[in-house]
């Protein structure tokens, strides 16, 4: 079973940046891609980044945070990084980072293990 513990979340201006972490209780050796998605009040849980695990780190935005967010790995360390720049007030959300052993891995249906979440406020 791989444990995901997600860590940055809090509270952050509109335009500011904010970096998340996700480290993971092993090695993950069963996974292929580490995503992140978020959900807000009363919305669907929604794709916001992936990248492959073990290739050079082909990397996948959704089109709402292309060109802000950058998604990165550290395997040494077992952790992704999202950094979340120029956030806005539609930013906010829990963010969750999540494992999926299929590659290229975009829609929350293929992920296998999520962590617990962390906050991410926008405030206007």
């Known amino acids: 079973q791989v444990q995901l513990v997600e860590s940055g979340g809090g509270l952050v201006q509109t335009g500011g940046s904010l970096r998340l972490a996700c480290t993971t209780s092993?090695?993950?050796?069963?996974?292929?891609?580490m995503g992140w998605f978020r959900q807000a009040p009363g919305k669907e849980r929604e794709f916001v980044a992936a990248i492959n695990w073990w290739s050079a780190g082909s990397t996948y935005y959704a089109d709402s945070v292309k060109g802000r967010f950058t998604i990165s790995k550290d395997n040494a360390k077992n952790t992704v990084y999202l950094q979340m720049n120029s956030v806005k007030p539609d930013d906010t959300a829990v963010y969750y980072c999540a494992g999926s052993g299929l590659t290229a891995a975009t829609m929350k249906g293929q992920y296998n293990y999520w962590g617990q979440g962390t906050q991410v406020t926008v405030s206007s």
């Open positions: 092993r090695r993950t050796f069963t996974v292929a891609t």
